[in-house]
Each structure stands twice: as C-alpha cells, then as structure tokens.
C-alpha cells in the first residue's frame, strides 16, 4: 500500500523541484485612498479652507465620534499625516469648565 505512493511522491518532488523559490514582494509604497470611500471623504473635508469638525464629519460618515478621532490618530501613525487644529471653540459654562457647543475645527496641511 505504501508503495504505491512512490511514483506519485517522486512526480511531486520533481514538479516542486522545477519551481523558483519565491521572492518577497516590495512594498510598494504609500497607499493612494481609494475614491469614493468613506475616508476619501474624510480627507475632503479637511482640505477644504474651512477645515471640519468632529460633529460635521461624524454626521457626513455615520461614524461616532471616538472613531473620526481615532481615523486622526492612525492618519499620523499609518501615513504620517498629521491632522492641524484650525481652530478652537471654546463655550465656557457657568462653573467655568468647557460647555455644550464647545469644539475643535482640524484642517490637512496643504
């Protein structure tokens, strides 16, 4: 029973013989954002003069709030792009701590 392995053994060995080793792939470099994609969308909207806010951008995406935040951090940790603060908003409250209505404006440097 064994034996009869042999022959179709040996015809593998020889096939994987024939082959080249693999070569590891070169990275390519940065990755482009693909069109139409929720990120592309993100990008958009923090090149525009203006720039966005967490809220505006949320509500474009669906995303919660922690999630654009954390699409900020890996923009800078995957692509080395670094999210500015155009502006900050601040609305003080009566026990002088930030209120409701308070919020940060991020821009794309050009």
């Known amino acids: 029973m064994i034996g009869a392995l042999d ?6 060995r020889t096939l994987l ?15 482009k954002a693909r069109e139409g994609t929720k990120q592309e969308q993100v990008l958009a909207m923090l090149r525009r003069p203006e720039g ?15 999630t654009v935040r954390g699409f900020f951090a890996g923009l800078k940790k995957r692509q080395g792009i670094e999210v500015q603060v155009l502006e900050r908003v601040r609305q003080v409250g009566p026990n002088k701590e930030g209120a ?5 404006v991020y821009h794309l440097p050009a």
């Not at 590891?24 to 470099?29: C, L, T």
């Not at 809220?55 to 922690?66: D, F, K, L, M, S």
Request: aromatic fraction near 4%; charge should be positive; avoid cysteine.
């Open 7 to 12: 022959a179709p053994m040996e015809a593998l």
């Open 52 to 66: 966005a806010t967490v809220a505006q951008i949320a509500e474009a995406t669906g995303w919660a709030h922690h």
């Open 17 to 31: 013989a024939g082959k080249a080793a693999r070569t590891p792939r070169e990275p390519a470099g940065p990755r």
């Open 100 to 104: 409701r209505g308070s919020y940060t």
